[in-house]
Nanobody
Framework: QVQLVESGGGLVQAGGSLRLSCAAS????????MGWFRQAPGKERESVAS???????SYADSVKGRFTISRDNAKNTVYLQMNSLKPEDTAVYYC???????????WGQGTQVTVSS
């Protein structure tokens, strides 16, 4: 039901900020849980942040206080605002969608985030 396209990645110095965007197409986007995941070289893919249709959020401990996930259902877009970036945040970031009661079913192609020291 949903196709996802991430954008906004790039190269940034430690302490800097980036905002990732995930543009979705699909009639039922507003009913899905949306999330951001990341995968660094040699590491497992990990959940970064999630947002429920009503706006509730959750975050990995490693990014709490630094990252903010949000969504604009009118624009079919989910965002990840990343502040105070650290070199260990370097990874490919993926957007994903999860129908309620189901698994993470829809994935974007990923966008590279590189944080230099």
């Amino acid at each position: 039901q949903v196709q996802l396209v991430e954008s906004g990645g790039g190269l940034v110095q430690a302490g800097g900020s980036l905002r990732l965007s995930c543009a979705a197409s699909g009639r039922t986007f507003s009913s899905y849980i949306m999330g951001w995941f990341r995968q660094a070289p040699g590491k497992e893919r990990e959940s970064v942040a999630s947002i429920w249709p009503g706006g509730s959020t959750s975050y990995a401990d490693s990014v709490k206080g630094r990252f903010t996930i949000s969504r604009d259902n009118a624009k079919n877009t989910v965002y990840l605002q990343m502040n105070s970036l650290k070199p260990e945040d370097t990874a490919v970031y993926y957007c994903s969608g999860k129908p309620y009661g189901s698994s993470w079913s829809f994935w974007g192609q990923g966008t590279q985030v590189t944080v230099s020291s």
